[in-house]
């Protein structure tokens, strides 16, 4: 599937499933709330809907509100910003370092307009009902680190997914510590702490059906979308 259909599946699934979310602690850590359950939407229209975005990414999740307490932070902190053209520049730049480092991982690079999206799968995140990195993980998290540190005028959302087995309630939490375990892992390899969102989504943004366990696993994931610090 190409990247420009990819992006229109995941638009289309984030309009359709109506999934919010809500930023606190000053913007550095956020949740998203489903406002579609899963038992009121039928099993017809929602399998279409999944099985439509097979694959896509959902893209940031905190809102533009938490990306400007991060960027007010960043300048705050003397990181300069971006204007015109040099951003494309600067995005088109780390995109190809990233996708070079990513290659033969399973991490899915994904450009959408100035943002840039990994998605992770679990086979290299977490197993079922873990929170805790998977050793395999760590090579993976070190080039991204590396790269980050690099190209320091993004700032960094991780997004935490859960499939759905469990209430809604526990599975917003364990994708809020998924993003946590994330987040602090990069971190603590010299990633600066105010370029960071971290937010969880729980089980409202599936790329796959929750109805098989190959399903399952590709929405335990996470995301980092690295959005362009603006001047």
Known sequence: MNTSLKI???????????AGCATTGGGTYGSASS???QDGMSQTKKGA????AVGAVAGLLSGDDATERRQRALVG????????????NYQDRQERALREKMAGTGVEVVRQGDNITL???SNITFGFDRAD??????????DVAATLTEYNQTIVEVAGHTDS???DSYNQQLSERRAASVGNYLMSKGVMRDRFILVGAGETRPVASNDTESGRAQNRRVEITLVPLRS
């Open 8 to 18: 229109a599946l995941a638009a289309a699934l984030s309009t359709a499933m109506l």
């Open 35 to 37: 406002s579609t359950q």
């Open 49 to 52: 809907l999944i099985g439509a």
């Open 77 to 88: 902190a003397g990181v300069g910003g971006l204007t015109g053209g040099a951003i494309g």
């Open 119 to 121: 998605n992770m799968p």
């Open 133 to 142: 990195l998977q050793p395999q993980f760590y090579p993976v998290l070190n």
């Open 165 to 167: 087995v469990g209430t």
